[in-house]
């Protein structure tokens, strides 16, 4: 592998999406402390987007991070987002920004972000395969990858467009491997035909497969206690994706020091998931299966890179219909009615534009989830 891929020291990622927030700003003092620790445990890269807490992200890396390290201490990966261009010329006066806001001089890596059928004809356009490899000769950028969110087929049509793409950024957890939505299994074997090392993002699916059902939980508490070992259900979910060939990193959205100390644990001396470990998840899918939850990753693309003229809190909803079917959790007709709607479209307000299925990575019917959630909540009051 490439020397740059050499100098990832650990297969696990800080997943900059996700960071601990107080009064709607990120909570520098956690995160300080948050990169402090991770770079004493010998982990070294960092992914950030521009949409990832509208530029909060970015501006947070530049505080806790690059302002307080010498430059070869981490390695940085951003992205170069959709709706942040328009035509070829606004692409480098985006990346110059990136560079400022993150307070650095290049990027080790640089992906086109998030790349679909949707999106993908823009980004041949405006040219910015090839502006990303102008900047690479220029020495603002390392390496370049991207990120993907369709079928395998479309990466198939990408890579053979464009050979020169170091690296495949691919969500890929045990969920995913066997949901044809997703179509991860194919997507993975289609980024290792190509011979691109693979990063996997969404280990633990937006941190669903953290916290899981009760049922599903008894399967790996019951391996635990045969074992006599005490493993997150989210360790699981990592060593997972980790354990496969050419995976290069493994990004976790780690959104407080106590769930970094948790990752690291079992990461800073990477062991692959055993025959009986693997088992054990193939229960935990089954379990996951009967309940029928929504697979939304909270990736807030829906609303975030899509106006919902309704403004619909999308992912919201989706969780707190969750909680209602998956976990019988009572509270969530009160949380519904008091604080998703309050303020903001209800699903039942929904006028099916589409906009928000256009973007999703998931590829989830939302229009017809948000029918659901109205029938559930709404339609008794
Ligand atoms: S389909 Fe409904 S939820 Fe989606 S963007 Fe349109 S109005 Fe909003
Ligand atoms: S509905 Fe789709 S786009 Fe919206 S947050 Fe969930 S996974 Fe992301």
């Known amino acids: 592998m490439d020397a740059t891929f050499q100098e990832i020291r650990k297969l696990l990622g800080f997943g900059c999406m996700r960071l601990p927030m107080k009064d709607a700003q990120v909570d520098l003092e956690e995160f300080k402390a948050m990169v402090d620790r991770f770079l004493e445990e010998g982990f070294n890269y960092f992914d950030t987007a521009h949409p990832y807490l509208k530029g909060l992200s970015e501006l947070a890396l530049r505080d806790a991070l690059t302002s307080r390290y010498p430059r070869n201490a981490y390695l940085l990966a951003d ?126 699916k937006g941190g669903s497969l953290a916290v899981l059902p009760e049922r599903a939980r008894q399967v790996l508490d019951r391996l635990n206690r045969e074992r006599g070992s005490e493993h997150s259900a989210a360790s699981y979910a990592i060593r997972y994706a980790a354990g496969f060939e050419g995976i290069c990193m493994v990004l976790s959205g780690m959104s407080s020091l106590q769930q970094m100390k948790d990752n690291l644990s079992f990461m800073k001396d990477f062991s692959p998931l055993d025959d009986e470990e693997k088992k054990a998840l193939s229960e935990v899918v089954k379990v996951f299966h009967g309940l029928n939850a929504i697979p939304c990753t909270a990736c807030r693309y ?55 299925e256009r973007v999703c990575p998931q590829h989830l019917p939302i229009r017809q989830h948000l029918e659901a959630a109205a029938a559930l909540f709404e339609e008794k009051k």
């Open 79 to 204: 992205k170069l987002t959709e709706p942040y261009f328009e035509k070829e010329e606004d692409i480098r006066p985006f990346f110059e920004q990136q560079l400022q806001w993150c307070g650095v001089d290049y990027f080790d890596f640089y992906l086109m972000h998030a790349q679909m059928e949707n999106n993908y004809a823009k980004f041949n356009r405006c040219h910015a395969y090839e502006i990303a490899q102008e900047l690479k000769k220029e020495g603002k950028i390392r390496h370049v990858g991207l990120s993907f969110h369709d079928r395998a087929a479309m990466l198939d049509t990408i890579l053979t467009d464009h050979p020169e793409v170091e690296f495949v950024q691919i969500q890929f957890n045990y969920m995913d491997v066997t949901n044809p939505a997703v179509d991860s299994r194919r997507v993975y074997e289609t980024a290792r035909k190509h011979g691109k090392p693979v990063i996997v993002m969404e280990p633990v």
């Open 302 to 356: 829906c609303i975030e890179e899509n106006h919902c003229p309704k403004e619909i809190l999308i992912p919201d909803i989706f969780a707190c219909l969750n909680s209602r079917t998956v976990f019988k959790n009572q509270n969530a007709d009160f949380y519904y009615r008091e604080v998703l709607t309050d303020h903001n479209g209800k699903a039942g307000d929904c006028i099916r534009c589409g906009g928000c």
